[in-house]
């Protein structure tokens, strides 16, 4: 999920740059939304109930880095380009699906049933979730 919706992130920010490839990034990157509706779709087909419900908020609300489980060689080729990792358990740099589908505006994949059982059951306050990004407003470490 969190691949999909970066690379779909990468595809939009693509787009601003390349003026002659528009329509391309603008395909691709509906493309890795599509997908990634359908994949959460899947998953909550698959596993209903309360075990479901925990699977997607995992696969939603769980901290990745763009370079988490890489080999050692290749992160020796990007350390230069990482932020370090300091602080409250090393979440700094650390994303969310869900924070890339809101900054990469993926509507579809927002309004999918499964994505909207997960943000209404945080809401509701069935899952407690606490942002871990580094640009929180107010820290709540």
């Not at 969190?2 to 003026?19: G, P």
């Not at 997960?118 to 069935?126: D, E, K, N, P, T």
Request: proline share 5%.
């Amino acid at each position: 999920m969190y691949c999909l919706l970066v690379n779909r992130h990468q595809f939009l920010r693509d787009q601003s740059f390349h003026a002659q490839h528009t329509t391309v990034k603008s395909t691709r990157a509906n493309l890795c939304e599509l997908l990634a509706a359908r994949v959460l779709r899947r998953f909550d087909e698959d596993t209903p109930g309360r075990p479901g419900l925990l699977l997607l908020a995992n696969i939603l609300v769980a901290g990745f880095e763009p370079f988490q489980n890489a080999p050692k060689e290749v992160l020796d080729e990007h350390r230069p380009h990482m932020k370090q990792r300091t602080g409250w358990g090393g979440n700094e740099g650390k994303l969310t699906a869900l924070e890339i589908a809101i900054i990469s505006e993926s509507k579809s994949f927002l309004s999918a049933s499964a994505c909207q059982k997960v943000i209404g059951a945080v809401y509701l306050g069935r899952i407690v979730y606490s942002p871990i990004s580094y640009a929180d407003i107010i820290p709540d470490q």
